[in-house]
């Protein structure tokens, strides 16, 4: 097999994950994922298979949730005959670190599975994703959120959505995160109800998280060109320099993270799902087998993140 990872910033996710002796399934019987577990093993990776013989220990811990309720025992042992159900279980019972599915299921039951076995962080309150967007040089990175999985958040959703993300891009880029909640608005342009939402948004974020750089609400090009930015905003904070996009609704994040990967020739990584109580990461069913690997890396930091909150 050929050298897969053949640019510095991988090599440098890579290399952290390396570091932090996660234990990483890969549970989908596909050849992409055997591929790159190879590779994930070959360069230290701590990926782990199922523990079948355990299966009595998750037999027990699923018939306490609320969802199993009326479930008989062979009920039960037919969910858990699902690779992706036995692998969440194993990471709800600490037996692994991090969970990364998806590319032979949708994006749904990934996220119903994590919410189900896994569990909500009592801190976030909703499971929520962020691309992170590399350009072809890979010297240009950028957070979008949320591309995947909320399709209209309110402005508490939009506040959590921007915080985990801001948390995700300094731990993946090593950036301090200067984020732009995103509109068809800049400060007061226009006046509308969706407006409003974005600028509630900023205003709690902003209180909640002083030191966390943001602005809003703001339309992109003001986000992104600072010759705009600071003709739209004289007292600019971030300068037209964002790093972290926040969109306003599902509609908005997934086709500007699509444009910019199809028409920017920007690698998309993700969907990242953020808000659970251990990492749990979606695979595209159009995945390669870099991103596999990419996102293996990536699940591997996040889990490191969650042993020291």
Request: a positive charge; one cysteine or more.
């Amino acid at each position: 097999m050929k050298n897969l990872i053949n640019n510095t910033f991988s090599q440098e996710i890579l290399e952290k994950a390396q570091r932090t002796k996660a234990r990483i399934i890969l549970p989908e019987n596909d050849k992409r994922v055997k591929d790159a577990k190879s590779f994930l093993v070959k360069n230290k990776i701590n990926v782990i298979d199922i523990d079948y013989d355990k299966i009595n220990k998750y037999l027990d811990f699923i018939s306490k949730l609320k969802f199993t309720k009326n479930w008989t025992t062979p009920m039960m042992l037919e969910f858990l005959d699902d690779p992706i159900h036995l692998s969440c279980a194993m990471l709800a019972c600490n037996d692994a670190d991090g969970v990364v599915a998806g590319a032979t299921v949708s994006t749904a039951e990934i996220i119903r599975t994590a919410i189900r076995l896994v569990g909500i962080d009592n801190s976030a309150k909703w499971v929520s994703s962020m691309f992170l967007m590399v350009s072809s040089d890979y010297k240009c990175k950028y957070s979008f959120a949320d591309c995947a999985v909320i399709p209209e958040p309110d402005s508490d959703q939009l506040v959590s959505i921007a915080y985990n993300a801001s948390k995700l891009h300094k731990i993946l880029t090593g950036e301090e995160s200067k984020i732009a909640f995103l509109s068809f608005s800049t400060i007061g342009s226009s006046s509308h109800y969706r407006v409003e939402k974005v600028k509630n948004a900023y205003m709690k974020f902003k209180a909640k998280y002083p030191k966390i750089l943001c602005e809003g609400e703001i339309q992109f090009d003001a986000a992104w060109v600072p010759d705009i930015a600071r003709d739209k905003i004289p007292d600019t904070i971030i300068e037209g320099k964002a790093n972290v996009f926040i969109f306003p609704n599902l509609d908005a994040g997934n086709i500007g993270y699509k444009i910019a990967q199809r028409m920017g020739n920007y690698y998309a990584w993700g969907p990242l799902l953020q808000g659970l109580k251990k990492p749990v990461n979606d695979l595209s069913r159009g995945c390669s087998i870099d991103d596999i690997i990419n996102i293996a890396s990536i699940t591997s930091l996040q889990s490191n993140c969650y042993a020291n909150v």
